[in-house]
């Protein structure tokens, strides 16, 4: 995964693609005795996984998505994060014009 130009977001590849989350690290930070962890990985309000601190979802639409993150045993907080994933066929190009009046 890569930051975009502007760092504000995430992009983590071409249709389909495949991401790993990992959250251990916030339960060994915090000293947090299980892991409660709520997943919303696509932004759609709705919980993708729940108490799992490691898993790998595979998006399948070219879109920015808002992953969001909560710990109920850490506090009331709704942590969220950008991830783009890209079209595979998409071409690079550039695109100039002139300004005709």
Known sequence: MEYNS?????TAGTVPAKVS????SVFST?????YSIIWD????????K??????????????LYDV?????GLNNYLYT????????DVPVCEVLSD???
């Open 21 to 24: 989350f990992d959250a251990n």
């Open 6 to 10: 502007g760092s504000s977001s995430v």
């Open 50 to 63: 729940q108490n799992t601190a490691t898993f790998t979802y595979v998006y399948k639409e070219a879109k």
């Open 41 to 48: 990985v696509n932004g759609d309000g709705v919980t993708d």
């Open 81 to 88: 994060f950008p991830v783009r994933i890209e079209q595979s």
């Open 99 to 101: 300004f005709i009046a």
């Open 30 to 34: 915090f000293n947090l005795p299980d």
């Open 68 to 72: 969001n993150v909560r710990f109920p």
